[in-house]
């Protein structure tokens, strides 16, 4: 009801858009490949990231698309380059967005491009002779670019231009979608109610444990119909790993640690640490954050100031490090990150989502 009132106009464009597209007065592409889109109806951290990279794990362990072409398309935001762009492992946040870069390091062989038009990504995505005739694309094409037999979308839910396979719609367990607002009041950027037009809901960063009632709760307040599917999924984090070359492994068995992020929300990140090391220093910036000359040197003040202390930051943060040009050798030596993972409650539930995704895709 706030939303109704205090953000009426939002609200009304909202609804109207939807309206317009749900009742074919806007069109709608199907791309030529099976697509799967992962999004949210809040601004960021849901975690559509490691999601994304839990799909690509279970489409590489699946026969029926194991060996096939699986590519991954991104706006790739903040990034300094236009159009439809191919990332490649050697590129930089700068060029592709610190998320596709995590993506393609972590797996080499699934294509990941870059590009603000959802349609023009996937046209060219399942057929490359597109971007060789076309004058803004065919600068991007590497010699490795073969078609995609399967294209997941990251954070393409609000993108109803593009009608994917299935869609896959993340929720934060910490915060609610039934109990939050619509921007600026609340963290929403889509009506709740759009829920319901998505095949699979995840709801993510659930804690160790969820019983039976608790998912019966989330389950009743997201009105989850018969023909919809929802899963729980928590966060993980995997043994840090060293940033440049220059790393020292034993710099991780101190018992201090300084920690930066620039990410939406790094408190269960902050809470995994806390397990192992005492966090003196925290440095939080804001999402998608680009570290400045000053930054670095605010950074390389608390390391010296700690000398025997461990420097952390997150998965999705190292990319953007990695463009850095004025980190010391000390400092390289002593940084560090953890790469972020999804987890399912049991293999059981694992493999009911991957049958289901499948069921889609077929």
């Given at each position: 009801m706030i939303d109704k009132v205090l953000l009426f106009p939002y609200w009304l464009t909202l609804k109207i858009r939807h309206f317009m597209y749900d009742h074919g007065m806007r069109k709608v592409h199907a791309p030529d490949v099976p697509t799967i889109c992962v999004g949210n109806v809040t601004v960021g951290g849901t975690g559509k990231t490691p999601h994304t990279e839990m799909i690509i794990r279970t489409l590489l362990q699946d026969p029926e698309w194991n060996g096939r072409n699986i590519a991954v398309l991104s706006r790739g935001y903040k990034r300094k380059t236009r159009g439809f762009q191919q990332v490649v492992c050697e590129g930089s946040a700068r060029q592709f967005g610190d998320e596709p870069m995590q993506i393609k390091r972590?797996?080499?062989?699934?294509?990941?491009?870059?590009?603000?038009?959802?349609?023009?990504?996937?046209?060219?995505?399942?057929?490359?002779?597109?971007?060789?005739?076309?004058?803004?694309?065919?600068?991007?094409?590497?010699?490795?670019?073969?078609?995609?037999?399967?294209?997941?979308?990251?954070?393409?839910?609000?993108?109803?231009?593009?009608?994917?396979?299935?869609?896959?719609?993340?929720?934060?367990?910490?915060?609610?979608?039934?109990?939050?607002?619509?921007?600026?009041?609340?963290?929403?950027?889509?009506?709740?109610?759009?829920?319901?037009?998505?095949?699979?809901?995840?709801?993510?960063?659930?804690?160790?444990?969820?019983?039976?009632?608790?998912?019966?709760?989330?389950?009743?307040?997201?009105?989850?119909?018969?023909?919809?599917?929802?899963?729980?999924?928590?966060?993980?984090?995997?043994?840090?790993?060293?940033?440049?070359?220059?790393?020292?492994?034993?710099?991780?068995?101190?018992?201090?640690?300084?920690?930066?992020?620039?990410?939406?929300?790094?408190?269960?990140?902050?809470?995994?640490?806390?397990?192992?090391?005492?966090?003196?220093?925290?440095?939080?910036?804001?999402?998608?954050?680009?570290?400045?000359?000053?930054?670095?040197?605010?950074?390389?003040?608390?390391?010296n100031a700690y000398p025997t202390s461990v420097v952390m930051t997150t998965e999705k943060d190292c990319q953007r490090v990695r463009d850095c040009r004025n980190i010391t050798d000390n400092l390289k030596q002593r940084l560090f990150y953890a790469p972020i993972k999804v987890n399912f409650y049991s293999e059981t539930e694992q493999e009911e989502f991957s049958t289901v995704l499948n069921s889609y895709l077929k």
């Open positions: 972590k797996f080499p062989s699934v294509t990941v491009a870059v590009d603000k038009s959802r349609k023009q990504g996937c046209s060219f995505l399942s057929d490359p002779e597109k971007v060789k005739t076309s004058r803004k694309g065919r600068k991007c094409l590497h010699k490795d670019f073969p078609k995609a037999d399967l294209i997941i979308l990251d954070d393409a839910f609000q993108h109803r231009a593009v009608k994917p396979a299935v869609s896959v719609v993340l929720v934060d367990y910490n915060r609610p979608v039934f109990k939050d607002h619509l921007m600026p009041l609340g963290k929403l950027r889509d009506l709740p109610e759009r829920i319901g037009a998505a095949d699979i809901v995840i709801v993510s960063k659930c804690p160790r444990y969820l019983d039976p009632w608790e998912r019966s709760k989330w389950t009743r307040a997201l009105k989850i119909r018969k023909d919809q599917h929802i899963f729980f999924t928590s966060i993980g984090y995997d043994n840090s790993e060293a940033i440049f070359p220059e790393g020292d492994p034993r710099y991780l068995y101190t018992r201090k640690l300084i920690l930066f992020s620039g990410i939406a929300n790094d408190r269960p990140f902050r809470s995994y640490l806390s397990d192992n090391y005492k966090i003196i220093r925290h440095f939080d910036f804001p999402d998608h954050h680009k570290f400045t000359r000053a930054d670095i040197a605010t950074i390389s003040r608390a390391a």
